[in-house]
């Protein structure tokens, strides 16, 4: 299923067009038993059995890359972990990514975001030209692309 299929799907089924953002501050969050990433995953994943619970989704997340990486590779791990378990229930994940680079750099960046985090779309910067966006197009053509062409920062 491609990702405007999926997107689809889960809107029909979640009957909900909101994306639900996923970006950990550890100080916001009232837990704090174990690591920095033991933390972040146990957080969403009472968020996430809440909603199971409920029978009330989104119909899509939308964990930003940088609130993870912060926290090394105990975040980065946690990102995983909870990309999968917001997969497993059907809702479409769009990593907010932003990234910018060009030729095989931008393939690296668009493996790690397919291949290890499984995220069905990224956010992308095209600054760089239509070199920094293509390696994930070619590559990927059945995922998702959110091209930042006009952002909403005061500057």
Not at 90 to 104: A, E, F, S
Not at 105 to 118: G, I, L, S, V
Not at 126 to 151: C, R
């Amino acid at each position: 299923m491609n990702y405007i299929e999926l997107l689809k799907y889960a809107a029909k089924k979640f009957s909900s067009i909101v994306c639900m953002g996923l970006d950990p501050v550890i100080e916001d969050i009232p837990e704090k038993k174990g690591t920095p990433g033991e933390i972040i995953y146990k957080f969403y994943e009472n968020i996430l059995n809440s909603l199971v619970k409920k029978k009330t989704f989104p119909g899509a997340v939308k964990p930003n890359y940088a609130f993870y990486a912060q926290y090394g590779i105990d975040g980065i791990v946690a990102l995983e972990k909870v990309i999968r378990i917001y997969q497993e229930t059907g809702i479409p994940v769009i990593l907010d990514y932003k990234r910018g680079d060009i030729g095989k750099t931008a393939q690296a960046y668009a493996k790690e975001a397919f291949d290890f985090f499984r995220a069905d779309a990224v956010t992308l910067s095209p600054y760089l030209g239509y070199d920094s966006i293509e390696p994930y197009i070619k590559n990927y053509p059945d995922k998702g692309y959110y091209v930042l062409t006009k952002t909403s920062n005061k500057s």
